[in-house]
C-alpha cells in the first residue's frame, strides 16, 4: 500500500471503475466479488472484504478478495463481536498494525486470515447506522495512515448508498439484508398536539440521493465547499458578536460552534471527501454520519449535546450550499413530517394540506413548535428517543398522539386497528360539529366562553369550523416569525384587519408582539442572553423600543376603523410595565384623533398574567387592567423555574399540582372581587381534564387551540359547576406533587366527558 493513501486522481478513478463494473450488469454476487477485487487492487490490499447486516442483527461476509471464497455467507459476526462487530457497534472505523493482538479479534478458521495482520475496517453508514463494514488487509504490520482511512470512507459511503439504493446488488437479492431499518417499531413519546395520523415519512433533512453522490469537478466542488464554508464561520462569528439574534442559544454554546466551525478537522474531512471526488452535500452527510455514529452513542450527556451542535452546524452548511434558501418540497398526500426538532416557523414551511402528522426526536409540548402544530390541528408526539436513525423517507408512519407513540413500519392489524380509531375519532369529530351552534352550559346553568387562540390566516377558517366565540388570543409575533423581513405597518395592519372582518361581531384580543425568549427573528437585531426565558422578551423589548410598540398598536387602531378593540400586553410583571404600555395606546388614540381618523368604539386593554411577582400585586393591578387573561404556559414555566423548551424540564411539573391550583384560583378569586374579565389562554385551557379544572375554580372564559373546542365543551356540557369546586377545593389541600390521578376519578365519578 502506498504510504500517501490514493492520490486524489486515483481516488475518484476507483469509484468511476466501481461504478462502471456494475454498469456492466449480472449477478450481484459477481458484482460485489468485482467491486471488492477493484478496491483491493486499488489499495494494494491483500485483502478487501464486504459485510452486510442481516435482519437479525449480524454481519454477513458478503463478498471477499483475499479471504478464503468458502466462507462467503458462511462467517457472521453479531454486534460487538470480533472487529468487524465491534466497528458495527462503534460506528466508526478500527485501524489496527496487528489484528490478531486486538481483545476484540474473534478468530474465524474458515476465513483463512491467519497470515495478515494489518486490518482497516470502516462503516458502511445510513443516517447513523452501520449497515455494513468495508475491511482491507495486508500482511505486514502497520498502521493505514490518515488519508488511507478517509479514501476508505469515501467508498463505504458511496457503497453504502449504492448498496441502500439497490445499485450495488438487486433488491430482490437483498432479502434479509438489513439496510434501513425494517422491522417495525414502536416508539413511546409524550403528546405536543392530539389526533392520529397514518401516513408515510418525509424527513425534514433528508440525506442526500445516490445520484447527486459524485461531483463532476472537484476543483469547482471545492470552492463551492469553502465559499460555503466561509459564509458559515462569517455568520457564526457575527452571530457572537451579538449581530444577529439568530438562535437561541447561550453564549457558550455559540463559542462552541464557533469553535466546530473553525475546526480543523471537521473542515478537513469535508475538504478531503469533495477532492476525493464527491459533491459538497455528499461530503457534509459523510462527515455528518460519521459524527452521528460516534457520538450518538455518547452516554455523557454533554458530548450529546455536542452533537446538536453539529447536526445544527451541518444544516447552516446545506443552507448555505443550496444558497441560504429553504427549497419547498413537493409532499406526498398523507406525509408524517420527521425531524429531531423544529423552530417554530419551520413546521409553516410545509404545504399543510399534505401533512397529515408530526413526529419529533425532541422539543417540548410547550415549545412554540407544539403549539404551531396544535394550531394547524396537526398530531405530534415528541422525545421520541433514537427516531431519525429507526426511519427511512418513504417508511410508513402511525403518529398516535392520543397516547403518545409512533409505530414505523407498522404491522397490517396494527394500521387496520389504527385506521379503525381515525374513523371513530372522525365520528367524534363530527359530533362536536354537531355542538357547534350549542352553547356551553354547564349542568348546573353556568355559561362558559370558549375562544379560540390563534395567530395566522389560516387560523381563521377554524373560527366557525370549531364554534368559537371569538379570539381570545391572538398572537401577533407568529406573522412577524413566518415573514422574511419585518411586517411593515401596511401589512401589520391587513391583517389585523382579515382578522376583524373574519371575526365579525365576535371579540378578537390581539396580544402585542410577544418575542424574544424562543421566538426569535432572524431580522431583529438582539443580543445573546444567558436565559433567554428570562431575558428582554414580550413587554420589556416592546417598551424598551417603543418605536416598534407604537408602530403595533398604531397599525391595530386603523385596522379597527372605529370598531371595538382589545389589546393585551404579554408578561407584564410590575405595575409600572402596564401603566407604561397603556399610555402608549393612550398617545396613539390621541395621535389617529388628531390627524381625523377613528377612534375605537370601545377600548379594552388587558394584561397577561405570566409572571408570578403579579400575582402578590394583583390588588394594584387589576384595576389598572379592563381585562386579564392568564397565560399558563408561561406561568407555569415561572412558578415551578421550569424552562418550557427545555424537555427535561418542561413536563417535569404538572400544573394540575396544589401550588398551580392554589396560584389560579388567587387570581380567579381576585379578579371576582373587582369585577375583573378573566379568561385563561395557556394550552391547558384547551384539555377537557384541565379545563374541568379551571372551570371547578371559576373560570368562565377559556381560550384554546380551535382542536381544544369540541371536546372541552362535551366536557363543559356534562359538567355540575358545583360538585366540581367542591371535589377540587378538597384537593388543593393535598401534599402530593400532582393530583392529577384523583381530579381524573373525580370527573370519572361525576361522569364527566374528559
Ligand atoms: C402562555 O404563556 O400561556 C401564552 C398563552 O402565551 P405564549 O404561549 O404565546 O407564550
Ligand atoms: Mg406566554
Given at each position: 500500500?502506498?504510504?500517501?493513501?490514493?492520490?486524489?486522481?486515483?481516488?475518484?478513478?476507483?469509484?468511476?471503475?466501481?461504478?462502471?463494473?456494475?454498469?456492466?450488469?449480472?449477478?450481484?454476487?459477481?458484482?460485489l466479488?468485482?467491486?471488492?477485487?477493484?478496491?483491493?487492487?486499488?489499495?494494494?490490499?491483500?485483502?478487501?472484504s464486504?459485510?452486510?447486516?442481516?435482519?437479525?442483527?449480524?454481519?454477513?461476509?458478503?463478498?471477499?478478495?483475499?479471504?478464503?471464497?468458502?466462507?462467503?455467507?458462511?462467517?457472521?459476526?453479531?454486534?460487538?463481536e470480533?472487529?468487524?462487530?465491534?466497528?458495527?457497534?462503534?460506528?466508526?472505523?478500527?485501524?489496527?498494525?496487528?489484528?490478531?493482538?486486538?481483545?476484540?479479534?474473534?478468530?474465524?478458521?474458515?476465513?483463512?486470515?491467519?497470515?495478515?495482520?494489518?486490518?482497516?475496517?470502516?462503516?458502511?453508514?445510513?443516517g447513523?447506522?452501520?449497515?455494513?463494514?468495508?475491511?482491507?488487509?495486508?500482511?505486514?504490520?502497520?498502521?493505514?495512515?490518515?488519508?488511507?482511512?478517509?479514501?476508505?470512507?469515501?467508498?463505504?459511503?458511496?457503497?453504502?448508498?449504492?448498496?441502500?439504493?439497490?445499485?450495488?446488488?438487486?433488491?430482490?437479492?437483498?432479502?434479509?439484508?438489513?439496510?434501513?431499518?425494517?422491522?417495525?417499531?414502536?416508539?413511546?413519546?409524550?403528546?405536543?398536539?392530539?389526533?392520529?395520523?397514518?401516513?408515510?415519512?418525509?424527513?425534514?433533512?433528508?440525506?442526500?440521493a445516490?445520484?447527486?453522490?459524485?461531483?463532476?469537478?472537484?476543483?469547482?466542488?471545492?470552492?463551492?465547499?469553502?465559499?460555503?464554508?466561509?459564509?458559515?464561520?462569517?455568520?457564526?462569528?457575527?452571530?457572537?458578536?451579538?449581530?444577529?439574534?439568530?438562535?437561541?442559544?447561550?453564549?457558550e454554546?455559540?463559542?462552541?460552534?464557533?469553535?466546530?466551525?473553525?475546526?480543523?478537522?471537521?473542515?478537513?474531512?469535508?475538504?478531503?471527501?469533495?477532492?476525493?471526488?464527491?459533491?459538497?452535500?455528499?461530503?457534509?452527510?459523510?462527515?455528518?454520519?460519521e459524527?452521528?455514529?460516534?457520538?450518538?452513542?455518547?452516554?455523557?450527556?454533554?458530548?450529546?449535546?455536542?452533537?446538536?451542535?453539529?447536526?445544527?452546524?451541518n444544516?447552516?452548511?446545506?443552507?448555505?450550499?443550496?444558497?441560504?434558501?429553504?427549497?419547498?418540497?413537493?409532499?406526498?398526500e398523507?406525509?408524517?413530517?420527521?425531524?429531531?426538532?423544529?423552530?417554530?416557523?419551520?413546521?409553516?414551511?410545509?404545504?399543510?394540506?399534505?401533512?397529515?402528522?408530526?413526529?419529533?426526536?425532541?422539543?417540548?409540548?410547550a415549545?412554540?413548535?407544539?403549539?404551531?402544530?396544535?394550531?394547524?390541528?396537526?398530531?405530534?408526539?415528541?422525545r421520541?428517543?433514537?427516531?431519525?436513525?429507526?426511519?427511512?423517507?418513504?417508511?410508513?408512519?402511525?403518529?398516535?398522539?392520543?397516547?403518545?407513540?409512533?409505530?414505523?413500519?407498522?404491522?397490517?392489524?396494527?394500521?387496520?386497528?389504527?385506521?379503525?380509531?381515525?374513523?371513530?375519532?372522525?365520528?367524534?369529530?363530527?359530533?362536536?360539529?354537531?355542538?357547534?351552534?350549542?352553547?356551553?352550559?354547564?349542568?348546573?346553568?353556568?355559561?362558559?366562553?370558549?375562544?379560540?387562540?390563534?395567530?395566522?390566516?389560516?387560523?381563521?377558517?377554524?373560527?366557525?369550523?370549531?364554534g368559537?366565540?371569538?379570539?381570545?388570543?391572538?398572537?401577533?409575533?407568529?406573522?412577524?416569525?413566518?415573514?422574511?423581513?419585518?411586517?411593515?405597518?401596511?401589512?401589520?395592519?391587513?391583517?389585523?384587519?382579515?382578522?376583524m372582518?373574519?371575526?365579525?361581531?365576535?371579540?378578537?384580543?390581539?396580544?402585542?408582539?410577544?418575542?424574544?425568549?424562543?421566538?426569535?427573528?432572524?431580522?431583529?437585531?438582539?443580543?445573546?442572553?444567558?436565559?433567554?426565558?428570562?431575558?428582554?422578551?414580550?413587554?420589556?423589548?416592546?417598551?424598551?423600543?417603543?418605536?416598534?410598540?407604537?408602530?403595533?398598536?398604531r397599525?391595530?387602531?386603523?385596522?379597527?376603523?372605529?370598531?371595538?378593540?382589545?389589546?393585551?400586553?404579554?408578561?407584564?410583571?410590575?405595575?409600572?410595565?402596564?401603566?407604561?404600555?397603556?399610555?402608549?395606546?393612550?398617545?396613539?388614540?390621541?395621535?389617529?384623533?388628531?390627524?381625523?381618523?377613528?377612534?375605537?368604539?370601545?377600548?379594552?386593554?388587558?394584561?397577561?398574567?405570566?409572571?408570578?411577582?403579579?400575582?402578590?400585586?394583583?390588588?394594584?393591578?387589576?384595576?389598572?387592567?379592563?381585562?386579564?387573561?392568564?397565560?399558563?404556559?408561561?406561568?407555569?414555566?415561572?412558578?415551578?423555574?421550569?424552562?418550557?423548551?427545555?424537555?427535561?424540564?418542561?413536563?417535569?411539573?404538572?400544573?394540575?399540582?396544589?401550588?398551580?391550583?392554589?396560584?389560579?384560583?388567587?387570581?380567579?378569586?381576585?379578579?371576582?372581587?373587582?369585577?375583573?374579565?378573566?379568561?385563561?389562554?395557556?394550552?391547558?385551557?384547551?384539555?377537557?381534564?384541565?379545563?374541568?379544572?379551571?372551570?371547578?375554580?371559576?373560570?368562565?372564559?377559556?381560550?384554546?387551540?380551535?382542536?381544544?373546542?369540541?371536546?372541552?365543551?362535551?366536557?363543559?356540557?356534562s359538567c355540575?359547576?358545583?360538585?366540581?369546586?367542591?371535589?377540587?377545593?378538597?384537593?388543593?389541600?393535598?401534599?402530593?406533587?400532582?393530583?392529577?390521578?384523583?381530579?381524573?376519578?373525580?370527573?370519572?365519578?361525576?361522569?364527566?366527558?374528559?
Amino acid at each position: 500500500m502506498p504510504a500517501q493513501g490514493m492520490a486524489i486522481r486515483g481516488q475518484r478513478s476507483l469509484l468511476r471503475q466501481i461504478r462502471e463494473a456494475l454498469a456492466g450488469g449480472g449477478p450481484a454476487q459477481a458484482r460485489l466479488d468485482m467491486v471488492v477485487r477493484i478496491i483491493a487492487l486499488s489499495m494494494v490490499a491483500e485483502v478487501c472484504s464486504i459485510y452486510l447486516r442481516r435482519a437479525t442483527g449480524e454481519m454477513e461476509l458478503f463478498a471477499t478478495e483475499g479471504l478464503e471464497p468458502g466462507a462467503v455467507h458462511v462467517t457472521r459476526m453479531k454486534p460487538g463481536e470480533g472487529l468487524v462487530g465491534e466497528i458495527m457497534r462503534l460506528g466508526r472505523p478500527l485501524n489496527l498494525a496487528d489484528a490478531p493482538e486486538h481483545p476484540a479479534f474473534s478468530y474465524r478458521p474458515e476465513t483463512g486470515e491467519d497470515p495478515y495482520h494489518a486490518f482497516l475496517g470502516v462503516p458502511l453508514l445510513r443516517g447513523g447506522r452501520a449497515i455494513g463494514v468495508l475491511v482491507v488487509q495486508n500482511r505486514t504490520a502497520r498502521v493505514y495512515t490518515e488519508d488511507e482511512v478517509e479514501d476508505l470512507q469515501i467508498i463505504a459511503m458511496v457503497l453504502a448508498e449504492m448498496v441502500a439504493s439497490g445499485e450495488l446488488i438487486g433488491v430482490e437479492e437483498m432479502n434479509g439484508v438489513e439496510l434501513a431499518p425494517r422491522r417495525p417499531d414502536r416508539l413511546k413519546g409524550s403528546r405536543f398536539a392530539e389526533g392520529l395520523a397514518y401516513g408515510v415519512a418525509v424527513l425534514h433533512e433528508p440525506p442526500v440521493a445516490p445520484s447527486q453522490l459524485l461531483s463532476e469537478d472537484a476543483a469547482a466542488e471545492e470552492i463551492r465547499l469553502k465559499g460555503a464554508i466561509e459564509a458559515l464561520q462569517a455568520q457564526i462569528d457575527e452571530m457572537l458578536e451579538g449581530q444577529h439574534g439568530l438562535v437561541d442559544a447561550s453564549y457558550e454554546v455559540l463559542e462552541t460552534y464557533r469553535m466546530f466551525a473553525h475546526d480543523r478537522g471537521w473542515n478537513r474531512s469535508l475538504e478531503d471527501a469533495v477532492r476525493n471526488g464527491l459533491t459538497a452535500e455528499a461530503a457534509v452527510e459523510r462527515v455528518r454520519s460519521e459524527h452521528r455514529a460516534r457520538l450518538g452513542q455518547a452516554r455523557d450527556p454533554y458530548l450529546r449535546e455536542r452533537l446538536h451542535d453539529l447536526e445544527d452546524l451541518n444544516d447552516r452548511l446545506l443552507r448555505h450550499l443550496a444558497g441560504d434558501g429553504h427549497v419547498a418540497r413537493d409532499l406526498p398526500e398523507n406525509a408524517i413530517l420527521i425531524a429531531r426538532n423544529l423552530g417554530p416557523a419551520d413546521l409553516l414551511e410545509y404545504d399543510r394540506t399534505r401533512l397529515r402528522g408530526l413526529l419529533l426526536e425532541e422539543g417540548s409540548s410547550a415549545s412554540h413548535a407544539a403549539i404551531v402544530a396544535r394550531a394547524l390541528d396537526i398530531p405530534c408526539v415528541g422525545r421520541l428517543p433514537g427516531l431519525r436513525d429507526r426511519v427511512s423517507e418513504g417508511d410508513p408512519v402511525i403518529v398516535d398522539a392520543e397516547t403518545g407513540e409512533a409505530y414505523l413500519r407498522p404491522r397490517t392489524d396494527v394500521v387496520k386497528a389504527i385506521q379503525a380509531r381515525i374513523d371513530v375519532r372522525r365520528q367524534r369529530q363530527a359530533a362536536f360539529a354537531k355542538l357547534r351552534e350549542t352553547p356551553a352550559f354547564t349542568r348546573d346553568g353556568v355559561k362558559i366562553t370558549l375562544l379560540m387562540n390563534a395567530g395566522l390566516d389560516v387560523d381563521l377558517e377554524s373560527m366557525a369550523d370549531a364554534g368559537a366565540e371569538g379570539i381570545g388570543l391572538f398572537r401577533t409575533e407568529f406573522q412577524f416569525m413566518v415573514s422574511e423581513e419585518m411586517p411593515r405597518f401596511n401589512a401589520q395592519a391587513a391583517l389585523y384587519g382579515r382578522v376583524m372582518d373574519a371575526a365579525g361581531d365576535k371579540p378578537v384580543t390581539f396580544r402585542t408582539l410577544d418575542l424574544g425568549g424562543d421566538k426569535v427573528l432572524p431580522y431583529l437585531e438582539a443580543e445573546r442572553e444567558d436565559n433567554p426565558a428570562l431575558g428582554w422578551r414580550a413587554i420589556r423589548m416592546g417598551l424598551d423600543r417603543p418605536a416598534l410598540l407604537r408602530l403595533q398598536l398604531r397599525a391595530l387602531i386603523a385596522a379597527a376603523k372605529g370598531r371595538a378593540l382589545r389589546i393585551m400586553f404579554p408578561l407584564v410583571a410590575s405595575c409600572d410595565e402596564f401603566r407604561a404600555a397603556r399610555a402608549l395606546v393612550d398617545t396613539e388614540v390621541a395621535w389617529a384623533l388628531r390627524r381625523g381618523r377613528p377612534a375605537p368604539s370601545r377600548l379594552d386593554v388587558g394584561a397577561m398574567i405570566e409572571a408570578p411577582s403579579v400575582i402578590w400585586h394583583l390588588d394594584a393591578l387589576l384595576p389598572m387592567t379592563d381585562f386579564v387573561s392568564v397565560g399558563t404556559n408561561d406561568l407555569m414555566q415561572y412558578l415551578f423555574a421550569a424552562d418550557r423548551g427545555n424537555p427535561r424540564v418542561a413536563d417535569r411539573y404538572d400544573p394540575l399540582s396544589p401550588p398551580a391550583l392554589r396560584a389560579l384560583e388567587t387570581i380567579q378569586r381576585a379578579c371576582a372581587e373587582t369585577g375583573t374579565p378573566v379568561s385563561v389562554c395557556g394550552e391547558m385551557a384547551g384539555r377537557p381534564l384541565e379545563a374541568f379544572t379551571l372551570v371547578a375554580l371559576g373560570f368562565e372564559r377559556l381560550s384554546m387551540p380551535p382542536a381544544g373546542i369540541g371536546p372541552v365543551k362535551q366536557m363543559v356540557l356534562s359538567c355540575d359547576r358545583e360538585a366540581a369546586r367542591r371535589g377540587v377545593s378538597a384537593l388543593l389541600k393535598s401534599g402530593a406533587g400532582s393530583v392529577r390521578n384523583e381530579i381524573e376519578t373525580l370527573a370519572r365519578k361525576l361522569y364527566l366527558a374528559v
